[in-house]
């Protein structure tokens, strides 16, 4: 049974850092592309970063270019999400999602690789707030 884990979501002052975990297993972790999401109350999930089980090439959503980044350690089976400078409009329930069919050409764009309906598996959650 795939199962992701999420943890590391916290209240945090704006500016900020946290670093969220996607702790997988039931699948062979290596094969699978991973993705960070996340929902604000009354709007829609959006992608904030995936990056490729095949060569790590990594993508981002605007909003958080230079802010975020991801990294995967293979050996533990975790997807690393760092958050720094963090601001208000970063308040939401992050998940974090896998799916075994991505192709390294996917991730020539935000877009066509960080789209939540491409994404099969997903975990709970984990809630970061940040206060102004």
């Known amino acids: 049974e795939v199962q992701l884990v999420e943890s590391g979501g916290d209240l945090v002052q704006a500016g900020g850092s946290l670093r969220l975990s996607c702790a997988a297993s039931?699948?062979?972790?290596?094969?699978?592309?991973i993705g960070w999401f996340r929902q604000a109350p009354g709007k829609e999930r959006e992608g904030v970063s995936c990056?490729?089980?095949?060569?790590?090439?990594?993508v981002y959503a605007d909003s958080v270019k230079g802010r975020f980044t991801i990294s995967s350690d293979n050996a533990k089976k975790t997807v690393y999400l760092q958050m720094n400078s963090l601001k208000p409009e970063d308040t939401a329930v992050y998940y974090c999602a896998a799916d075994p069919t991505m192709l390294i050409s996917d991730y020539s764009d935000y877009v066509t690789a960080c789209s939540s309906f491409r994404y099969e598996f997903w975990g709970q959650g984990t809630q970061v707030t940040v206060s102004s």
């Open positions: 990056i490729s089980d095949a060569d790590g090439s990594a």
């Open positions: 039931g699948f062979t972790f290596d094969e699978y592309a």
